[in-house]
């Protein structure tokens, strides 16, 4: 099953400008985008100290400067991403949206994030009439669905949020579906490289779309030969020189597949951050096996999910 939590977790720390430029433009030009944008993700899990809810794939936290002279200054950005239909979402997001505002006493605006697979479903307002006691709280979503008739476009834009759009959709399209898969990859990857954009760029969306667009080892394998290929055309060894993603005849096969882009590796390094545990380098974690990997992720896993 495609993991999505890290990669969405990721695309939205680097690129919330351009998905809310994309997106939402009327919150974006509502930020002062000269001030620091302050991450506030670190205090997510002393507001929701039991949020396991099903679907639920990633939240952001974020304090940003209003563009006008506005009283108050800053305000506070939570988004939340949600890949599969929740009942209860519409409620949480009021949830979140009142627990930040009382933390922080200052202004809140929750984004959902809707990357499921129905076309109909968009929860964008919770209300609730208790005797006379009423509240409609309202709040913006991002449907991504909406872009499906889109995608070829959206691997065309300058924006780099486009692509996260197209790989996420992709990814859901060629599900069960690994040969698709396998063509729809190659084609973001090479769409990357024809945008002439700086490596640290590259290397960046080759991780999402790497992350969700998971292959059986075969295919992955071609897959990793085909990318030695595209960046000896265009002569931008960005991703092979640097993720040492070639092809290691002295490595086992049962190794790479556990292994292969780090996928297990970065799940680790996560769950120790949320469990506020020394975070292993990437040096430790390439000399462990596949076996050892897998014994240390389903223990933090567990961890997490008992807190």
């Not at 009439?129 to 913006?140: N, S």
């Not at 790989?167 to 898969?181: F, M, T, V, Y």
């Not at 190659?186 to 700086?198: H, I």
Request: proline content about 5%; overall charge negative; charged content about 30%.
């Amino acid at each position: 099953m495609t993991d999505y939590d890290v990669p969405w977790k990721e695309v939205l720390d680097a690129y919330l400008n351009d998905f809310l430029e994309l997106c939402l433009p009327h919150i974006h030009d509502g930020i002062d985008w000269n001030s620091p944008i302050e991450n506030r993700e670190q205090e997510l899990p002393q507001l929701f100290p039991n949020s396991q809810a099903s679907g639920r794939v990633a939240d952001k936290l974020f304090r940003a400067k209003f563009k006008a002279n506005e009283q108050p200054t800053w305000f506070m950005i939570h988004t939340e991403v949600q890949v599969t239909r929740q009942a209860e979402f519409a409620q949480r997001m009021f949830t979140c949206y009142y627990r930040i505002l009382d933390r922080f006493q200052e202004p809140v605006v929750c984004i959902g994030i809707l990357g499921d697979s129905s076309k109909s479903w968009r929860p964008d307002t919770w209300e609730v009439d208790v005797l006379g006691c009423q509240l409609r709280f309202a709040y913006p979503v991002v449907k991504l669905q909406d872009f499906t008739a889109s995608i070829e476009s959206l691997q065309r834009s300058p924006n780099p949020f486009a692509t996260v759009i197209a790989s996420h959709l992709r990814a859901q399209i060629s599900s069960g579906r690994p040969e698709d898969r396998f063509r729809f990859k190659v084609d973001l990857v090479r769409s990357l490289y024809e945008k002439q954009w700086q490596a640290e760029q590259v290397r960046r969306l080759f991780r999402f779309i790497d992350w969700v667009m998971d292959l059986p080892s075969p295919l992955e394998l071609q897959f990793r030969d085909t990318l030695m290929q595209i960046e000896s055309e265009k002569h931008m060894p960005y991703v092979t020189s640097i993720e040492r993603l070639a092809k290691n005849e002295g490595k086992a096969e049962g190794k790479i597949e556990g292994k292969i882009e780090g996928k297990i590796e970065g799940k680790i390094q996560l769950l120790q951050d949320l469990l506020g545990l020394p975070v292993m380098s990437d040096a430790v974690l390439e000399c462990m096996t596949a076996q050892q990997l897998e014994s240390l992720y389903t223990d933090l896993r567990k961890r997490v999910d008992s807190r």
